[in-house]
């Protein structure tokens, strides 16, 4: 069996960071392994209150996966702080990690903030070069990029800026405030759209953890970075259409909406 890590936050609401990857991962087939880098008190209506963990624990964490079951794939998620960044960098450097998905998280779906400024520096300059493919949404790139976002053509210009910078493949996602749901791959200096269609569901909750990790489970397969980035969109999508409808605010995917078998019957 193929094998994931995700080094990431931990929503205790469930529906983001690790466990929305590590039930991503499963559901595409790989074995998911995880690296806390911070807990979060936090449901669908907030978070309300961030435990980072320490540089030393962090380590430990990865060097236990790495020195008995080495992935196959890496996701990064929510890193809070610059000296995790580094710590991260470090160790998946030393043991030559690949198939490297970066989501920057930024902002939660709630709003909140994730993700300290100096933080954001350090990832572009540490993991990005490392990466086989960044996935910012429209805020995260505008960020990154320091271009407005308004159209199909920023998206273009905003997604080569963060590439060319970083020598690294960029999905930059569609959906925030543009028309429609389509992502854009920018790779080796060519574009590539992947159509999407929108779907009317307010529960939007871990959409960017899942969709990353969905795409490090594929490449950990095999599969190329195009066709990861269909199928995980693909999951995505079939995930938000189940309309699961859980907790007061933007609830979480049904990740589990094609899970079959005598154990996952409900009577």
Partial sequence: MKTALSIAGSDSSGGAGIQADIKTMTMNGVYGMSAITALTAQNTMGVSGILEVTPDFLQAQIDAVF???????????????????????????????????????????????LMKTEAVSALVRELFPLAALVTPNIPEA??????????????????KAI?????????????????????????????????????????????????????????????????????????????????LDLGKGSGPLNHFFDLTGQFATEN
């Fill in 163 to 243: 590439g060319d910078q970083a020598g690294c493949a960029v999905l930059l996602k569609g959906g925030h405030g543009l028309a429609d749901a389509d992502d854009l791959l920018y790779q080796n200096g060519r574009w590539h759209w992947f159509g999407g269609k929108r779907i009317s569901n307010p529960n939007t909750h871990g959409t960017g953890c899942t969709l990353s990790s969905a795409i490090a489970a594929n490449l950990a397969k095999g599969f190329s970075l195009e066709l990861s980035v269909q199928r995980g969109k693909d999951y995505v999508s079939r995930a938000l259409a189940a309309m």
């Fill in 142 to 159: 505008q960020v990154l990029s320091g271009m407005d976002i308004q159209s199909r053509e920023d998206m273009e210009k905003a997604a």
């Fill in 67 to 113: 020195t008995d079951i080495s992935p196959d794939a890496v996701k990064v998620g929510m890193i809070p702080s610059a000296e995790l960044v580094e710590v991260i960098a470090q160790r998946l450097r030393a043991y030559g990690a690949g198939n490297l998905v970066v989501d920057p998280v930024m902002v939660a779906t709630s709003g909140s903030i």
